[in-house]
């Protein structure tokens, strides 16, 4: 790969992390406060499905999440095989895929 495509694959990283760092202490902050209350699962979900502030929130999350998450798979791939280009792409595309699909799936279960 080209050292330009390595320097967007380290920018990307670093913006992904400062989309995900915000929505993790929302997240944690939501479930912190969902635990004290004692609600269940089915009064968080249907606070969560009136409100459509919450999938577009997750929907984020989980778009950095599988962005941020395949780019550190392939740099460790990169460093801990032999892997170089093929192999460490596509099993962090793959990676990012299956985020993606799993993570999609439950934010449409909330909305």
């Known amino acids: 790969m080209s050292g330009r495509f390595e320097l967007w694959l380290f920018a990307l990283q670093r913006l992904s992390a400062m989309v995900l760092a915000p929505l993790v202490l929302v997240h944690l902050g939501t479930m912190m406060y969902a635990v004290q209350d004692g609600l269940s699962a089915s009064e968080i979900l249907a606070r969560t499905q009136a409100n459509l502030l919450w999938p577009i929130l997750y929907g984020i999350f989980v778009a950095a999440a599988a962005l941020h998450g395949a780019i ?30 799993l993570g999609i799936g439950a934010v449409g279960a909330i909305s």
């Open 72 to 101: 550190g798979l392939r740099t460790i791939i990169r460093e801990m095989t032999p892997w170089r280009r093929t192999g460490a792409n596509a099993v962090s595309a793959l990676f990012c895929i299956a985020v993606l699909v």
